[in-house]
């Protein structure tokens, strides 16, 4: 069936037949919009991202149940960058009519499997028909006590900067796909990334960390954030990014431009108080993640970049821009 045959409507109805109920949702898809009763003493943050067919994703490379992973996953990685837990989203979507029932069926159960694991309800959207590609924007909605809630600008000269996992291992995989291999973990880590909702929540909660981003635009281009919103510098030792092995397997012979500006790895890079290095290492086992000491934050501006041999580095790329040079 097409989506034709069902309408806007049908569509709506097949969404929500799926969305599970939330003692929070007052009202959720069917009124001119949601209510929500929020958690006495917390704030809301709310973030949003589109992902354009041909921009963010090519449906000749992922699957439909992938793709509604991914379009979950990369909102609910921005809340987790404030330290908030997921709570509830609206999900926009603009479609070809003749995009296959099947398409939307598959997208909707990955987006929703997603969001039952992170514990965030489907509230609302909005559904068009689209002239061009697939377009899709999710609005995340997260919860926090306001104390709590990490930003980008408190970063401290003598803070040490901290990443989760590893990076540069979406690039690589992107790379792998524009390559046609179509599986393994570094195609996975670029189609399907984990959000790091567990560590984002606990580094908050724990008060360790004075400033936090998610790594969506690349290692350097997003320490960059933090150091301007902080007023701030930093020295960044290329022996200290974590790279995984099947990293190192497919760029070893030149590691540092896609590990320094690739995006899309959607881990934690955050700075704390140095000294705190043993806490964030027990707290970031207990949920079950690696942790990195990358480098430090300095006064003054810029991010000086030192190779592995302690001269200085110079990368070929800062990082992804929508409007910079391709
Ligand atoms: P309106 O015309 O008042 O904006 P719509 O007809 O667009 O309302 O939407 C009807 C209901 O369905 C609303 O509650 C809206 O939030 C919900 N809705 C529309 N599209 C989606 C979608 N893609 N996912 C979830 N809910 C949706
Ligand atoms: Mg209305």
């Keep these: 069936m097409k989506l034709a045959e069902l309408g806007e409507f049908g569509l709506i109805d097949r969404i929500k037949a799926n969305v599970a109920a939330s003692p929070s949702v007052l009202l959720g898809i069917g009124d001119d919009a949601a209510a929500l009763s929020p958690t006495p003493g917390q704030v809301t943050l709310i973030t949003s991202d589109m992902l354009l067919e041909g921009v963010h994703f090519d449906l000749s490379f992922c699957d439909p149940f ?6 979950l996953s990369v909102n609910l990685s921005d809340v987790a960058a404030m330290g908030a837990r997921p709570r509830h ?27 039952g694991r992170y514990g965030a309800t489907l509230v609302g959207g909005d559904t068009c028909a689209s002239k061009g590609g697939v377009a899709i924007s999710v609005t995340a909605l997260g919860e926090q006590r306001p104390e709590l809630v990490l930003k980008r600008s408190g970063a401290r000269p003598g803070d040490v900067v901290c990443v989760t996992g590893t990076v540069g291992d979406a690039a690589a995989g992107l790379k792998q796909l524009f390559g046609g291999v179509r599986e393994g973990f570094l195609v996975r880590r670029q189609l399907d990334p984990t959000p790091r909702v567990e560590a984002g929540v606990a580094l908050a909660e724990a008060g360790l960390v004075t400033a936090m981003i998610d790594v969506s635009d690349g290692v350097l281009q997003d320490l960059g954030h933090i150091c301007e919103m902080s007023g701030v510098g930093a020295r960044l ?57 990358i480098g430090e934050i300095k006064a003054g501006t810029g991010i000086e970049l030192v190779a592995p041999d302690g001269s200085s580095y110079t990368p070929p790329r800062r990082g992804f821009d929508h409007f910079g040079a391709d």
């Design 66 to 71: 992938t793709l509604g992973r991914k379009s």
């Design 237 to 293: 030792e290329l022996a200290r990014l974590p790279l995984s092995d099947a990293y190192r397997a497919e760029c070893g012979a030149d590691p540092y431009p896609l590990a320094l500006s690739g995006g899309e790895d959607y881990e934690l890079l955050f700075c704390i108080p140095a000294g705190r290095e043993p806490d964030v290492a027990a707290l970031c086992a207990s949920v079950g993640l690696p942790v990195s000491v």
């Design 89 to 115: 989203f609206l999900l926009g979507v603009a479609l070809p009519k003749d995009v296959p029932l099947e398409f939307m069926d598959g997208f909707m159960a990955g987006m929703l499997e997603q969001a």
